[in-house]
């Protein structure tokens, strides 16, 4: 038998992913410094750009709670159907599920632009701890920093845990909308009663995690503007 008949070959794009992820990586990075110091050239520093970034991505939270609460009265209208132009009703649905993507792909981006800052911050202020000469404000900024970190790790999991249940949401929602447009008759749409209390349970359990998430937004944003000795980083 031939030897390489065995063998899988690796693909086009498996190479360009493989030589690809690390430089770009390595771009990201290197743009990212050069943002920074770009703007704290201005005057604003890493812990001003986190505070604004985790209320943007607060903010975000609270939009996507909003419409997929939205989407889920709509899709609980949808099985009181009695009649009308099912295209219509196609439509509303079809609408309200690319709104919810669209919110979910900018609660995603929000959180990793938080991670994005929070990392760059708390390796600059490991490296500033050394330049310290007197060894108690040293102690000092290095308490302070575990604790912001704590605080940290606390939010991101919060919006990370998020962010995590939102997928499984827009899945089942995606589902009814590929269902309608294939189906477009009474007897479809009937048959998608079932499938609310699911969906019921899958947002209400995504609105919790989202309101935990702004909570811990809030907490934050509050500790870290509260550490008027933070260093500027």
């Not at 110091?37 to 607060?58: C, M, P, Q, W, Y």
């Not at 996507?64 to 009695?82: R, V």
């Not at 907490?219 to 000795?229: E, M, P």
Request: hydrophobic share 40%.
């Amino acid at each position: 038998m031939n030897k390489s008949s065995n063998t899988n070959p690796i693909s086009f794009a498996a190479v360009c992913r493989q030589l690809l992820g690390p430089l770009t990586r390595y771009l990201i990075s290197k743009c990212q410094k050069v943002y920074f110091r770009a703007v704290e050239s201005t005057g604003h520093h890493k812990r001003d750009i986190l505070v604004s970034r985790v209320e943007n991505a607060r903010d975000s939270l609270e939009e996507a709670k909003e419409q997929f609460q939205s989407a889920l009265d709509k899709f609980s209208a949808l099985t009181d159907f009695q009649g009308g132009e099912l295209e219509d009703l196609y439509r509303q649905i079809k609408v309200e599920f690319d709104y919810s993507k669209a919110k979910a792909l900018a609660v995603k981006d929000r959180i990793a632009a938080v991670q994005d800052v929070a990392e760059a911050l708390f390796a600059e202020w490991e490296d500033e701890l050394e330049l310290y000469t007197n060894r108690s404000l040293r102690s000092s900024s290095r308490q302070k920093l575990k604790l912001t970190q704590q605080h940290y790790g606390q939010l991101i999991s919060a919006m990370r845990r998020a962010e995590g249940k939102i997928e499984p949401v827009l899945s089942v929602f995606q589902d009814q909308v590929l269902f309608l447009k294939h189906n477009l008759n009474a007897k479809a749409v009937a048959s998608l009663e079932h499938e609310l209390a699911a969906m019921t349970v899958g947002v209400a359990g995504l609105i919790t995690a989202m309101e935990r998430s702004i909570n811990r937004a809030n907490d934050f944003v509050y500790s870290l503007n509260g550490q008027k000795a933070l260093p500027a980083s």
